[in-house]
Nanobody
């Protein structure tokens, strides 16, 4: 059974850092992986994605502050978040799809599998 489990969320002050993790299963190695976030009352938005060979793409709002990475040997996905801002607050989700990452990576409908989410709260 496909399962994604996020961890690492928490509450920090602006300027702080957090590292999110997502544990997957065997399908992980052949999947495009993404991180999404959703603030209350807002739509879920794509934050970053990484393909099977480690190429990455970021939404403009997090470029230079966030870094997505993966460890296929451990079936793990990470999101290092630095210089956090209050507007980064939200529930963060990892997502996977057994497909090549493409132009649709930021659309939630592109992904088949989702974790349960981990809350990130950044105070000013």
């Amino acid at each position: 059974q496909v399962q994604l489990v996020e961890s690492g969320g928490g509450s920090v002050q602006a300027g702080g850092s957090l590292r999110l993790s997502c544990a997957g299963s065997e399908f992980f190695k052949s999947s495009c992986m993404g991180w999404f976030r959703q603030a209350p009352g807002k739509e879920r938005e794509g934050v970053a994605r990484i393909d099977t060979i480690g190429r990455t793409t970021y939404v403009d709002a997090v470029k230079g502050r966030f870094a997505i990475s993966r460890d296929n040997a451990k079936n793990a996905l990470y999101l290092q978040m630095n210089s956090l801002k209050p507007e980064d607050t939200g529930m963060y989700y990892c997502a996977a799809v057994r497909a090549w990452c493409g132009g649709s990576w930021s659309r939630p409908s592109f992904y088949n599998y989702w974790g349960q989410g981990t809350q990130v709260t950044v105070s000013s």
